[in-house]
T-cell receptor, first 111, second 118 residues
Framework: DAKTTQPPSMDCAEGRAANLPCNHS???????VYWYRQIHSQGPQYIIH???NNETNEMASLIITEDRKSSTLILPHATLRDTAVYYC????????????FGKGTLLTVNP | KAGVTQTPRYLIKTRGQQVTLSCSPI?????VSWYQQTPGQGLQFLFE???????NKGNFPGRFSGRQFSNSRSEMNVSTLELGDSALYLC?????????????????FGEGSWLTVV
C-alpha cells in the first residue's frame, strides 16, 4: 500500500509559486520525506528531502508540518520545464528495501 | 559531477532474445539498484548490489539477473525476452547500501534504458 497521498494533478502559471501537497500520516519517527520528479521519458530526478525541519536548496523548498503527517514542496518560480510528475515518498527502512513511488502529482505549468 | 549513466538509451529486441543493460554510478557511490517502470505497474524494484554482492532482490523471475564490478559499475541481463518485458529500466545509485539509515543516503537515478520487445 502507498504510504503517501498526493493530488493527481495541479496547474500553475509560469513564474508563480507551485505548492505541491503530500500526506504521510503513518510516517515513523526515523523516516525521511523525499521528493522526486519525472519528466516524460526520463529517469526520476531527486529534488529534496527532510526529516523534521524545513529544507531549501537551489531547486525547491520543503515544508514539513510539526506533526510530520504532511508536507509541501514549493517551487518558488515555476517554469515550463518544471512540468512533470512529482513523487513524494517516505523512505522505507528495513532489510528488504524497496523504493516505492505512488501515482504522484502531474504538475502542468502553463504559459 | 557526472550523474548516473545508463546505456543504451533505447533498444528494440525480439521475443526470445536476451539483453544486457549497463549502468555507471555516480563516482564514490557503492550501491546500485535496478528498477522496472511500466505505465501499468509503476516503479518496481528488481535488485540492489553493493560491493559486488546482491543485497536485495525484488519479485522478478530468474530471467532477470545482474552483477556489479569492482569499480561499482553494474549490468543487468534479461534472458528469453517476453513482450511484457517492454519497459523503462532504471538504474539508481547511492553512497551507501540503500537499507542503511541516515540522510546522506539519497538515491539518484539515471535516465533509463527504454526496452521494446517485439
Amino acid at each position: 500500500d502507498a504510504k503517501t497521498t498526493q493530488p493527481p494533478s495541479m496547474d500553475c502559471a509560469e513564474g508563480r509559486a507551485a505548492n505541491l501537497p503530500c500526506n504521510h500520516s503513518t510516517i515513523s519517527g526515523n523516516e525521511y520525506v523525499y521528493w522526486y520528479r519525472q519528466i516524460h521519458s526520463q529517469g526520476p530526478q531527486y529534488i529534496i528531502h527532510g526529516l523534521k525541519n524545513n529544507e531549501t536548496n537551489e531547486m525547491a523548498s520543503l515544508i514539513i508540518t510539526e506533526d510530520r503527517k504532511s508536507s509541501t514542496l514549493i517551487l518558488p518560480h515555476a517554469t515550463l520545464r518544471d512540468t512533470a510528475v512529482y513523487y513524494c515518498i517516505v523512505r522505507v527502512e528495513g532489510s528488504n528495501y524497496k523504493l516505492t513511488f505512488g501515482k504522484g502529482t502531474l504538475l502542468t505549468v502553463n504559459p | 559531477k557526472a550523474g548516473v549513466t545508463q546505456t543504451p538509451r533505447y533498444l528494440i529486441k525480439t521475443r526470445g532474445q536476451q539483453v544486457t543493460l549497463s549502468c555507471s554510478p555516480i563516482s564514490g557511490h557503492r550501491s546500485v539498484s535496478w528498477y522496472q517502470q511500466t505505465p501499468g505497474q509503476g516503479l518496481q524494484f528488481l535488485f540492489e548490489y553493493f560491493s559486488e554482492t546482491q543485497r536485495n532482490k525484488g519479485n522478478f523471475p530468474g530471467r532477470f539477473s545482474g552483477r556489479q564490478f569492482s569499480n561499482s559499475r553494474s549490468e543487468m541481463n534479461v534472458s528469453t525476452l517476453e513482450l511484457g518485458d517492454s519497459a523503462l529500466y532504471l538504474c539508481a545509485s547511492s553512497r551507501q547500501l540503500m537499507t542503511g539509515e541516515g540522510s546522506g543516503n539519497t538515491i539518484y537515478f539515471g535516465e533509463g534504458s527504454w526496452l521494446t520487445v517485439v
